[in-house]
C-alpha cells in the first residue's frame, strides 16, 4: 500500500484548522484520519488535532491482526467517542474553549476492504484511476444535505446553498456523538480519499478521479489540492490517499 497526504492553508483564511493522520497499523493494514476544525481559528485547530491524536492512538494501540468486520465497526466508532468525550470536556473546563468542535472521517484499509466511520461533512471517497470510476462513501452530515433529501432543494441548488457550510454533526459539540459506518471491498489499484469540505467545495468529482490518472500518489493529492486553490480556495484544503 501508498500512502499520502496533503494540507493547506487556502487562499481565504488565516489558519489552518485541518489535521489528519495516516499510517501503518500492520503489513497491509493503514489507517487514514481527516479533520476540519471549528469555534474560532485557535479552538477549531485544537480540536482537530486532539481529535486526530486521539483516534490515532486508539486504531493503533486497539487493532489486531484477524479483527472481524464487527469489532472493526466498533474499534472505529469507539475512537470517535473517546475524542468526543475528551473534546467535550476540554470545553467544560476552559472557557476559552467554548463552542469548539470538529469533523472526522476515519477509514481503516485493508487489501480486501476499507471500514469508515465519520461525523459531519468530511468525505471518504473509493476512487479506481484506470476504470475512472468515484463513489462517494459517506453521507454529509450538513443542513444542505438533509433539504437534499428531503426534496427541499435539488443537488445542484446545494452546491451554492448558502447554508451549505453548517453541519448537524461534529466531535466535541455535545456530550454523546453518533458515527456513521460504512464497509468497502476494495480491489488492487484502487485509491481511498478522505478529504475536509475546502476541496469538496472547489472541486468536481470528475476533477478527483482525472487528477489521477497517470501520476504517483504523491502527486495525486498536490495536484488536487492545488486545483482546489485554482478554484477559489476558499476554505483550508486537506487530502489524506491510501492506495491498495
Known amino acids: 500500500m501508498k500512502l499520502a497526504a496533503k ?8 489558519n489552518n484548522q485541518d489535521s489528519y493522520s495516516l499510517g501503518e497499523i500492520l503489513p497491509g493494514v493503514c489507517y ?53 468525550r475528551h473534546i467535550y470536556n476540554m470545553s ?3 472557557e476559552k474553549y467554548e463552542g469548539m468542535g470538529t469533523t472526522v472521517v476515519v477509514a481503516i484499509v ?49 452546491a451554492d446553498h448558502p447554508e451549505k457550510h453548517l453541519i448537524t454533526r461534529a466531535v466535541g459539540v455535545d456530550e454523546t456523538i453518533r458515527a456513521d459506518f460504512c464497509q468497502e471491498d476494495v ?28 501520476v504517483s500518489l504523491e502527486d495525486y493529492v498536490s495536484k488536487i489540492v492545488e486545483k482546489a486553490n485554482e478554484n477559489g480556495g476558499g476554505d483550508n484544503i486537506t487530502a489524506v490517499a491510501v492506495s491498495v
Not at 469508515?116 to 453521507?139: C, E, F, K, V, W
Open 7 to 14: 494540507s493547506d492553508i487556502g487562499l481565504k483564511r488565516e
Open 32 to 84: 487514514a484520519i481527516v479533520c476540519d476544525g471549528m469555534g474560532g481559528a485557535a479552538e477549531g485547530a485544537v480540536a482537530s488535532r486532539e481529535c486526530a491524536r486521539i483516534v490515532r492512538e486508539h486504531l493503533t494501540s486497539a487493532y489486531y491482526e484477524g479483527m472481524r468486520d464487527m469489532s472493526v465497526k466498533a474499534l472505529l466508532n469507539s475512537s470517535i467517542e473517546l475524542a468526543n
Open 92 to 94: 467544560l473546563q476552559d
Open 110 to 158: 485493508t487489501r480486501d476492504y476499507v471500514y469508515i466511520s465519520h461525523a459531519g461533512d468530511s468525505r471518504a471517497y473509493l476512487l479506481n484511476p484506470s476504470m475512472h470510476t468515484i463513489t462517494q462513501l459517506t453521507r454529509d452530515h450538513s443542513v444542505v444535505q438533509r433539504m437534499v433529501e428531503d426534496g427541499t432543494i435539488t443537488q445542484e441548488q446545494a
Open 187 to 214: 480491489t488492487e489499484g484502487d485509491i481511498i480519499l478522505l478529504c475536509t469540505d475546502g476541496l469538496t467545495n472547489y472541486s468536481s468529482v470528475d476533477e478527483l478521479v482525472l487528477s489521477a490518472e497517470g
